[in-house]
């Protein structure tokens, strides 16, 4: 067998409710720490992987990157194979391609996509991917307030003090969309990066916006001005890691669609 590990990179899909989010934790389930273990039960040695970034308890991944490093001589295909049979069902190996060896799934990436999903009315089937709110929105008022958040911003408002303590709360949001179908208001964010919670507290704001609650010049003044918006914070479940972007003519390319479509084909 080869003495240096390869590495692969991986795209995956997850539902987030039954997990702590992405980071591997002792005392939860996380999406990363089920890798780990299936990886090394294939594997049969040291293994590492590594994600585009962290998810937040809850949260769902359409087409989440991670890169995997190991000693092996199977192919990505077979790799890809292997581990969805050791995965469990909720979490699913989407692509499995080689990676070079400094390729770092988080200190590569140049943009990231979220999306949540709010349903306009109660679902029976969907109720575990979207935030039901049955009261009118008025996704204008919405799109106007999301779209004073494009650029680089102050997000302490959106996130925890801890947070900004060991990092900046700088944001360069590169899009802030909002649309429209039948039974359901589609929020899509693409940035940099995000901070913990930042993307439920935008979505949170946005909805006492639709409802007249907020106004649009106020949420001007949280990019301003830190205040505390812990009490607008969205619920996880209607939330979307959506993609992680590595090279910048596909990020443009990403950002220039005009339509969101919602999470599931």
């Given at each position: 067998?080869?003495?240096?590990?390869?590495?692969?990179?991986?795209?995956?899909?997850?539902?987030?409710?039954?997990?702590?989010?992405?980071?591997?934790?002792?005392?939860?389930?996380?999406?990363?720490?089920?890798?780990?273990?299936?990886?090394?039960?294939?594997?049969?040695?040291?293994?590492?992987?590594?994600?585009?970034?962290?998810?937040?308890?809850?949260?769902?991944?359409?087409?989440?990157?991670?890169?995997?490093?190991?000693?092996?001589?199977?192919?990505?295909?077979?790799?890809?194979?292997?581990?969805?049979?050791?995965?469990?069902?909720?979490?699913?190996?989407?692509?499995?391609?080689?990676?070079?060896?400094?390729?770092?799934?988080?200190?590569?990436?140049?943009?990231?996509?979220?999306?949540?999903?709010?349903?306009?009315?109660?679902?029976?089937?969907?109720?575990?991917?979207?935030?039901?709110?049955?009261?009118?929105?008025?996704?204008?008022?919405?799109?106007?307030?999301?779209?004073?958040?494009?650029?680089?911003?102050?997000?302490?408002?959106?996130?925890?003090?801890?947070?900004?303590?060991?990092?900046?709360?700088?944001?360069?949001?590169?899009?802030?969309?909002?649309?429209?179908?039948?039974?359901?208001?589609?929020?899509?964010?693409?940035?940099?990066?995000?901070?913990?919670k930042m993307v439920r507290r935008i979505v949170?704001?946005?909805?006492?916006?639709?409802?007249?609650?907020?106004?649009?010049?106020?949420?001007?003044?949280?990019?301003?001005?830190?205040?505390?918006?812990?009490?607008?914070?969205?619920?996880?479940?209607?939330?979307?890691?959506?993609?992680?972007?590595?090279?910048?003519?596909?990020?443009?390319?990403?950002?220039?669609?005009?339509?969101?479509?919602?999470?599931?084909?």
């Open positions: 067998m080869n003495e240096h590990p390869k590495r692969f990179k991986l795209a995956l899909e997850f539902d987030g409710g039954r997990y702590s989010g992405w980071q591997k934790q002792d005392d939860a389930k996380s999406i990363q720490g089920s890798l780990l273990k299936a990886a090394a039960e294939l594997f049969g040695g040291e293994v590492d992987v590594q994600g585009s970034g962290r998810t937040d308890t809850g949260v769902h991944g359409l087409r989440f990157t991670a890169h995997l490093e190991a000693h092996t001589e199977h192919s990505p295909k077979e790799i890809g194979e292997r581990l969805n049979e050791l995965l469990p069902k909720d979490i699913a190996i989407v692509e499995c391609k080689r990676a070079g060896a400094r390729f770092h799934a988080r200190h590569n990436c140049i943009g990231r996509s979220y999306l949540y999903q709010i349903a306009k009315r109660k679902t029976a089937l969907g109720r575990d991917y979207v935030w039901q709110i049955p009261e009118p929105l008025h996704a204008g008022f919405m799109q106007e307030a999301a779209t004073s958040m494009v650029g680089m911003h102050d997000f302490t408002s959106f996130t925890d003090l801890q947070v900004i303590k060991k990092k900046s709360p700088l944001v360069m949001v590169h899009k802030a969309q909002i649309a429209e179908t039948e039974d359901l208001i589609l929020f899509r964010i693409v940035g940099s990066h995000f901070l913990w949170g704001v946005l909805v006492e916006v639709g409802k007249g609650q907020l106004t649009v010049a106020e949420v001007g003044n949280f990019l301003e001005k830190p205040v505390v918006l812990k009490q607008y914070t969205a619920p996880s479940q209607g939330l979307f890691f959506e993609r992680a972007f590595y090279d910048q003519e596909d990020l443009d390319g990403f950002l220039a669609q005009e339509t969101v479509p919602p999470a599931f084909f």
